[in-house]
């Protein structure tokens, strides 16, 4: 959980992007402070992935601009980067490598230094409890695995700031239990964004959701803030995004 003073890790002001005369986002705000997993709600169409495209810079905004820890990301990407770990929906591993070959990998594309990939494979292992199958290629993994080896690689450069794209499509109850919970330990020494269509996902794990409806964002609130008020999550994401239906 977050306090008044925590730091900001990743800011957005104004975000925009356009497509000839369609506007898929249209003037986001977005703020993240250490230790806090913010959740980020939307029907199809809404401008999450579009979101996320552009916070992972992915994909240049038509307007605004995206700090992470203070570095701009427009103008100074490979510096910004260093700071963010991403996974997205459909994880990019390769099937032919064992998870050590893989991570091996991972570390040297997020420019890790070479005195330090050792203990970095270690601890994303550890973290994303992969210690006993360093050795097993990905393609005789189980999906949940699977998906613990993604968010390895989206942690192996130790990043302030993780964002994760549906990470629990597709698995089974017991595979999302324990991804959920490693999304809670994450958020203890980083920030998350987790994008998800799932609104008992965010309960579980998040201490803020934002709802994004059109393009734009209609909702932000703590988890506690909610209860507090005695707003029921599905409720008001039904009330702020059923003209979507």
Same mark, same amino acid.
């Given at each position: 959980m977050t #306090?008044?003073?925590a730091t900001i890790t990743l800011s957005a002001h104004n975000l925009c992007r356009h497509y000839g005369s369609h506007i898929a986002v249209n003037g986001v705000h977005l703020e993240l402070k250490r230790g806090e997993v913010l959740g980020l709600l939307g029907p199809n169409g809404a401008g999450k992935t579009t979101t996320m495209r552009m916070l992972t810079g992915n994909l240049a905004p038509s307007a605004g601009h995206i700090k992470i820890c203070g570095i701009d990301l427009l103008e100074k990407p490979q510096e910004a980067k260093t700071h963010l770990g991403f996974l997205?929906?459909? !994880? !990019?591993?390769?099937?032919?490598?064992?998870?050590?070959?893989?991570? @091996?990998?991972?570390?040297?594309?997020h420019r890790v230094d070479q005195s330090m990939i +050792?203990?970095? *494979? #270690? *601890?994303?292992?550890?973290?994303? &409890?992969?210690?006993?199958?360093?050795?097993?290629?990905? +393609? $005789? @993994?189980?999906? &949940?695995?699977?998906?613990? =080896?993604?968010i390895a690689q989206a942690i192996i450069h130790n990043p302030d700031v993780?964002? *994760?794209?549906?990470?629990? =499509? &597709?698995? %089974? !109850? #017991?595979?999302?239990?324990?991804?959920?919970?490693?999304?809670?330990?994450?958020?203890? =020494?980083s920030s998350v964004i987790l994008s998800t269509h799932i609104l008992p996902e965010v309960e579980a794990v998040c201490d803020r959701v934002q709802?994004?409806?059109? &393009?734009?964002? =209609?909702? %932000?609130? $703590? @988890? $506690?803030? @909610?209860?507090?008020?005695?707003?029921?999550?599905?409720?008001?994401?039904?009330? *702020? $995004?059923?003209?979507?239906?």
């Open positions: #306090n008044g003073t997205p929906e459909i !994880p !990019p591993l390769y099937q032919e490598m064992t998870i050590d070959e893989y991570l @091996l990998f991972a570390a040297k594309l +050792s203990a970095a *494979l #270690n *601890l994303a292992k550890q973290r994303c &409890g992969l210690e006993d199958r360093s050795k097993y290629l990905i +393609s $005789t @993994l189980s999906k &949940g695995f699977q998906q613990r =080896v993604g993780i964002i *994760l794209d549906e990470p629990t =499509v &597709g698995l %089974d !109850p #017991n595979q999302i239990r324990e991804i959920r919970s490693l999304i809670r330990e994450l958020g203890t =020494v709802i994004m409806h059109k &393009g734009g964002l =209609v909702f %932000d609130e $703590t @988890l $506690t803030g @909610l209860q507090q008020q005695g707003i029921q999550l599905e409720a008001a994401f039904t009330q *702020l $995004t059923h003209s979507d239906e």
